[in-house]
Nanobody, 115 residues
Framework: VQLVESGGGLVQPGGSLRLSCAAS????????MTWYRQAPGKERELVAT????????NYADSVKGRFTISRDDVKDTVYLQMNSLKPEDTAKYYC?????????WGEGTLVTVSS
């Protein structure tokens, strides 16, 4: 089982990034996918979730209207489009696959929002 995040980097405030998380080794289509983030010195927090088959999504209040989660069940990949980035979005972003009591985590990708 692998979840490999990519797309992080340094971006100026107001800019955009698109994170990707490529999955392998499990039945991606049947798993809900979630992006979490953890800033230095803070607890990990949920950013956005998309159910299996993409029937519904949910976002943290802090990112609503700025971030969009989507999935491609052919490519076994989940995305996080991040627009209007703010310095407080700086964190390591992790993707997570969940089905029933089974959870898989990626290693994360670092996003830094700074001028």
């Amino acid at each position: 089982v692998q979840l490999v995040e990519s797309g992080g980097g340094l971006v100026q405030p107001g800019g955009s990034l698109r994170l990707s998380c490529a999955a392998s080794g499990f039945a991606f289509i049947s798993y809900a996918m979630t992006w979490y983030r953890q800033a230095p010195g803070k607890e990990r927090e949920l950013v956005a979730t998309i159910t299996s088959a993409g029937r519904s999504t949910n976002y943290a209040d802090s990112v609503k209207g700025r971030f969009t989660i989507s999935r491609d069940d052919v490519k076994d990949t989940v995305y996080l489009q991040m627009n209007s980035l703010k310095p407080e979005d700086t964190a390591k972003y992790y993707c997570c696959a969940t089905r029933s009591l089974t959870t898989f985590w990626g290693e994360g990708t670092l996003v830094t929002v700074s001028s």
